[in-house]
């Protein structure tokens, strides 16, 4: 079957830094995305990854490592309204798209 | 990027009845979808509207239970039929731009938090 692991819960204190990690295994594969969906509100797009390496925007970096059915959500800088959860999402060789059931992310003053 | 707006924002229904979500974007999309998330959890997949045609249903998701329209590339509905407590959930709208593959950015509506009674 499709697999995509996560943390449940994770929590940081502002102005650090914190490593999601996301573990798939999938039908192939086809890229992979992050999304960050705060409480009552819809996902946003955050980053997608199809390439090994590390991919940075700002305070947000994703790395992708396709030999380990590894990618780490990498936020540095943390603000409080950072607090959300991220979403890992895998396409698969069907081109479909495989939620993680996200990481809920607790920012601490 | 693209803006997508749902109504109803929420609603509160009595078991048996139908609601209609309506899935409006501000740009031509290629691909609609429905989603359904229970709170805490993740996204499940109902089905890929096609403009035009019958909706593709992921498994466990039925037409007949979720009849869904797609009249143009910027408009969608989705009907909760004949619904039951199980249905309550928070029910997502996502489009990707025009000439967009599978691998391409998703956009979401804000969704709609149906609660059956």
């Known amino acids: 079957g499709q697999n995509i692991d996560q943390p449940t819960e994770m929590t940081a204190t502002e102005g650090a830094i914190v490593q999601i990690n996301c573990t798939y295994q999938?039908?192939?594969?086809?890229?992979l995305f992050w999304y960050q969906q705060h409480a009552g509100e819809a996902p946003t797009f955050l980053s997608y990854n199809v390439l090994d390496g590390l991919e940075e925007k700002g305070r947000f970096s994703s790395f992708l490592s396709r030999s380990k059915g590894y990618s780490y959500l990498l936020l540095k800088e943390l603000q409080m309204k950072d607090s959300a959860s991220y979403l890992c999402a895998v396409v698969d060789s069907n081109y479909q798209l495989i939620w993680g059931a996200g990481t809920k992310l607790i920012i601490k003053p | 990027s693209a803006v997508i707006s749902q109504k109803p924002s929420r609603d509160i229904c009595q078991r048996g009845t139908s609601l209609t979500i309506q899935c409006q974007v501000d740009s031509q999309v290629t691909m609609m979808f429905w989603y359904r998330q229970q709170p805490g959890q993740s996204l499940t997949l109902i089905a890929t509207a096609n403009q035009g045609s019958e909706a593709t249903y992921e498994s466990g998701f039925v037409i007949d239970k979720f009849p869904i329209s797609r009249p143009n590339l910027t408009f969608s509905t989705l009907t909760v039929s004949n619904m039951s407590p199980e249905d309550s959930s928070i029910y997502l709208c996502?489009?990707?731009?025009?000439?967009?593959?599978?691998?391409?950015?998703?956009?979401f509506g804000p969704g709609t938090r149906l609660t059956v009674l």
């Open positions: 996502s489009g990707m731009l025009a000439g967009g593959l599978y691998t391409d950015t998703q956009y």
């Open positions: 999938t039908s192939g594969f086809n890229g």
